[in-house]
C-alpha cells in the first residue's frame, strides 16, 4: 500500500510506502483514513492473503500523527476485533463522531457478510476498546460491500449509505439506501 502527496492536485511526490510486507502473499488495500479529536489519523484497511484466499480479509488498522508518516511498512498493523468471534473483514470503512462521548466515537463498517453490524470504539482506536452492534435497520447488500459513513456536521449524527439492487428495474439497477443514526 501506497500514497503520493501534493499540494496543488497536479504536481505529486514520490511513491512512499506505507504497508510493504515480506510476505508477498499478502496485500494490504481499500484504505480510508479519518482524523480524530486528539489530532491523529487512524487508517483501516482489509488484508487479504493470497495463499490462503478463506481467511476472510481482516481489517488492520494503524495510527499517524500527522496523516503522512504511518509508522514501520513491514509491520502489518493491529487487528480489529471485538473478540475472537467478533472481527470485520473485508472492504473496511471508518468514520469519526467528535461529538459523541468524552473521546469521540469511531464507526466501522465491513462486508464480512452482515451488512447491519457496526463496530465502534470510544477511545480512540484502542485495540482492546472495539465492539460491534446491529444497526436497526438490516440492509442487505448482495454484493457485500461496506456501507460509507459520513459524519454530519453535529458531530454525533451518522449518515449510512449504500445500495441495493432494485427489485423494479429490468436493466439490473440499484438504488440508494440511507440510514441516519444520531448518538449521545
Given at each position: ?7 496543488d ?17 499478502l ?21 487479504v492473503?493470497?495463499?490462503?484466499p478463506?481467511n ?6 494503524r ?11 513491514t509491520d502489518p ?12 473483514s ?18 466501522l ?54 445500495c ?21
Amino acid at each position: 500500500m501506497v500514497m503520493r502527496i501534493t499540494a496543488d492536485g497536479m504536481d505529486w511526490g514520490e511513491t512512499i510506502n506505507i504497508v510493504a510486507l515480506e510476505k508477498q502473499s499478502l496485500r494490504p488495500g481499500m484504505p480510508v483514513v479519518t482524523q480524530m479529536n486528539d489530532g491523529r489519523f487512524i487508517m483501516v484497511y482489509e488484508m487479504v492473503d493470497a495463499a490462503d484466499p478463506h481467511n476472510g480479509n481482516p481489517v488492520y488498522c494503524r495510527f499517524s500523527a500527522d496523516g503522512s508518516h504511518w509508522g514501520d511498512v513491514t509491520d502489518p498493523g493491529t487487528r480489529i476485533a471485538a473478540n475472537k468471534k467478533n472481527a470485520p473483514s473485508s472492504c473496511p470503512y471508518v468514520a469519526y463522531l467528535p461529538n459523541v462521548g468524552e473521546k469521540g466515537l469511531l464507526l466501522l463498517t465491513s462486508a464480512d457478510g452482515s451488512a447491519h453490524r457496526v463496530f465502534y470504539n470510544d477511545n480512540l482506536g484502542d485495540a482492546k476498546s472495539w465492539r460491534a452492534w446491529h444497526q436497526p435497520v438490516e440492509i442487505n447488500a448482495d454484493y457485500k460491500y461496506s456501507h460509507a459513513i459520513f459524519p454530519a456536521a453535529d458531530g454525533k449524527t451518522a449518515h449510512f449509505v449504500n445500495c441495493i439492487p432494485d427489485a423494479q428495474s429490468e436493466l439490473g439497477y440499484y438504488k440508494m439506501i440511507h440510514l441516519n443514526i444520531t448518538f449521545k
